[in-house]
């Protein structure tokens, strides 16, 4: 399986939702596809994903050695992931958001440390798992990496004796695909792509993800009048769907296409859209709207805006805090407010081409600093090196590290 000696051994286990690589995935997927290329660079890195046709079980893909388990359920997939891991013998296995498999793992590959990537509160909810259970898999993790502090700090509340295990590391986004609007050709490329598209000389507001309640669309959608009056050529783009790579609908879904017909030439719904062709959709845009109502762990649809160059008018909830930073890279809005302040601010960016520009790329300029899946990959390793007794001679151990923007 392409094995160099004197590297360590990393296996990835993803929740086996999807197949990688894959353009219709989730993020935690994503991060996965993004986070493991990098990785490939000091050890050898092994990703768990599901089976789809057209891809091989096993194979080595830019240094990455791909498994992909051919298994009709979760239970399916859990068991081959964990009989695989018994052939594989690695020296650190990274389970991604099922904190439910670490135990399971950990007997598995007993001489494997076990770390736990979290990201977001959904599978630490007792929806889920119960507190009980839940305590004894976090025990279990040698460390629990988080996406951002807002879901170190849901999570040391629930359980502080484990906090000194917590640590955070950001996610990113790859600047190369996503570029600025406001680079050389940016804008021109911008308006061919609206022209293509039926949208020339239109103004965009653009919400890209899933169509869940927890998103606050509905919230979005209700208050849309008051934005088309005072601007009565903006649009509202709407890329996405319930369903990862789905475009079935449901009794949500079609609500919002009822709210939208109020204003039928002013909302376009494009269901879901692959990851590919966002880097474009963000470019369009003239803003991005994030009007979460639940508790966001990150949110990359954030640092993606950003890095194409548009402000983000979104909730003051969860992580989106450590990532938009108000009145310099777009607007934040308390929940409770979000249906009186969202169209002032929407009007406000759409009718201020100078202050789009300013906030778009001090953006993307934090995207380059701060944001990139280089950056994020560079903090692991950092963890690794810094908390793990493998990784200790590859780099220098180092005590107490705080992993932030940088």
Request: proline share 6%; with cysteine.
């Amino acid at each position: 399986m392409g094995e160099t000696a004197g590297r360590p051994k990393v296996a990835i286990v993803t929740p086996g939702t999807f197949a990688l690589p894959s353009d219709f995935s989730s993020s935690v997927e994503r991060v996965v596809d993004e986070i493991s290329l990098h990785l490939a660079a000091e050890a050898d890195v092994y990703v768990f994903s599901k089976f789809r046709q057209g891809l091989r079980p096993t194979e080595t893909v830019n240094g990455v050695t791909h498994i992909r388990p051919s298994a009709k359920s979760p239970a399916g997939y859990r068991k081959a992931v964990l009989g695989r891991l018994r052939q594989l013998h690695p020296d650190l296995v990274q389970v991604e958001n099922r904190p439910g498999l670490v135990r399971a793992v950990k007997r598995a590959a007993p001489r494997a440390e076990v770390w736990l990537s979290l990201h977001s509160v959904t599978f630490v909810s007792p929806a889920h798992i119960s507190k009980k259970r839940l305590a004894r898999e976090l025990k279990a993790a040698r460390r629990i990496v988080l996406n951002s502090a807002f879901l170190r700090g849901e999570l040391a509340r629930r359980f502080p004796r484990m906090r000194s295990k917590m640590l955070i590391n950001r996610l990113g986004t790859d600047p190369e695909r996503f570029r600025s609007q406001w680079e050389p050709g940016g804008r021109e490329a911008r308006e061919a792509f609206k022209a293509g598209r039926g949208l020339a000389g239109r103004r965009i507001v653009l919400y890209a993800g899933r169509l869940i309640p927890i998103k606050g669309v509905h919230v979005l959608l209700r208050c849309w009048r008051k934005v088309i009056r005072r601007v009565p050529d903006a649009v509202l783009v709407v890329a996405g769907s319930a369903f990862y790579g789905s475009g079935r609908l449901t009794p949500y879904v079609r609500n919002l296409h009822r709210l939208g017909e109020r204003t039928p030439d002013a909302v376009r719904f494009l269901s879901y859209v692959p990851y590919s062709e966002m880097p474009e959709w963000f470019r369009a845009a003239d803003v991005a709207v994030v009007p979460s109502v639940g508790k966001e762990a990150f949110g990359l649809v954030n640092v993606e805006a950003m890095a194409c160059g548009v402000p983000v008018v979104a909730s003051r909830v969860g992580g989106i805090r450590e990532i938009v930073i108000h009145g310099e890279n777009g607007f934040l809005v308390s929940p409770r407010e979000l249906a009186g302040r969202l169209p002032e601010l929407l009007v406000r960016l759409l009718s201020d081409e100078p202050l789009r520009r300013t906030m778009g790329e001090r953006g993307a300029q934090m995207v380059r600093q701060s944001f990139t899946w280089r950056h994020t990959a560079e903090r692991q390793m950092a963890l690794y090196r810094g908390y793990s007794h493998i990784f200790a001679g590859t780099g220098g151990r180092r005590r107490d590290i705080r992993i932030g923007y940088g």
